[in-house]
């Protein structure tokens, strides 16, 4: 089954800088990675995703590259601000008709004013 | 759009008793929806999934007879913890896949707590 390996586990910047959470994956058959912000005591929080048919997709202060290649994808935020601070989790799919995530273990981001 | 409930948010139970959760879809019809569990500072476990109409399919290790799964309509699934005991003390999050059968979209998750 697929296995998701994310870094780091804990990220703290500045607020005006940037943050990247960087994750590798191992079923080459996987086509969709989403990126979840999770909340103390809430729900995740879909905010960004990409297909395999594209290598990178924006949205405003967050991006996501991936190389299908080398089995990794990773996320970039611009410009942090203290409520980017949360838990996120990388996922890809399981190819299959289920359309199953696995998740990655998590990257607490602080971003300190 | 693409919200999605649970109800109750927290739920505290005595050892023993059985506890229902209610995960709903609610601008979104759903065919498919997941039951994931969490403990404090991991990452989200799999339990099962849950198909409209069908039965669920469980993940390896999760007993299907203590987490019993009801997907009775497009919009609500049920989770069942029976015979709680402290050690089902978790964060249980739901989730519904979105019309592309892509996107999961997430509830706000039930803490349950078992004394």
């Known amino acids: 089954g697929e296995n998701v390996e994310q870094h780091p586990s804990t990220l703290s910047v500045q607020e005006g800088d940037s943050a990247v959470i960087k994750c590798t994956y191992s079923?080459?058959?996987?086509?969709?990675f989403p990126w979840y912000k999770q909340e103390l005591g809430k729900g995740p929080q879909l905010i960004i995703d990409?297909?395999?048919?594209?290598g990178e997709k924006k949205d405003q202060r967050i991006a996501v590259t991936l190389n299908k290649t080398a089995k990794h994808f990773s996320l970039h935020i611009t410009e942090t601000q203290p409520e980017d601070s949360a838990v996120y989790f990388c996922?890809?799919?399981?190819?299959?008709?289920?359309?199953?995530?696995?998740f990655g273990s998590g990257t607490q981001l602080t971003v300190l004013p | 759009g693409a919200v999605v409930s649970q109800h109750p948010s927290w739920v505290i139970c005595k050892s023993g008793t059985s506890v229902k959760i209610e995960c709903r879809s609610l601008?979104?019809?759903?065919?498919?929806m997941f039951w994931y569990r969490q403990f404090p500072k991991q990452s989200l476990m799999l339990m099962a999934t849950?198909?409209?109409?069908?039965?669920?399919?469980?993940e390896q290790g999760v007993e299907k007879d203590k987490f019993l799964i009801n997907h009775a309509s497009l919009t609500l699934s049920t989770l069942t913890v029976t015979s709680a005991h402290p050690e089902d003390s978790s964060f249980y999050i739901c989730?519904?896949?979105?019309?592309?059968?892509?996107?999961?979209?997430f509830g706000p998750g039930t803490r349950l707590t078992v004394t």
């Open positions: 989730s519904a896949l979105g019309q592309s059968s892509y996107e999961q979209y």
């Open positions: 079923d080459s058959a996987s086509n969709y």
């Open positions: 990409i297909r395999s048919n594209v």
């Open positions: 996922a890809a799919n399981s190819f299959g008709s289920a359309r199953q995530l696995t």
């Open positions: 601008d979104f019809q759903a065919t498919t």
């Open positions: 849950s198909n409209e109409g069908s039965k669920a399919t469980y």
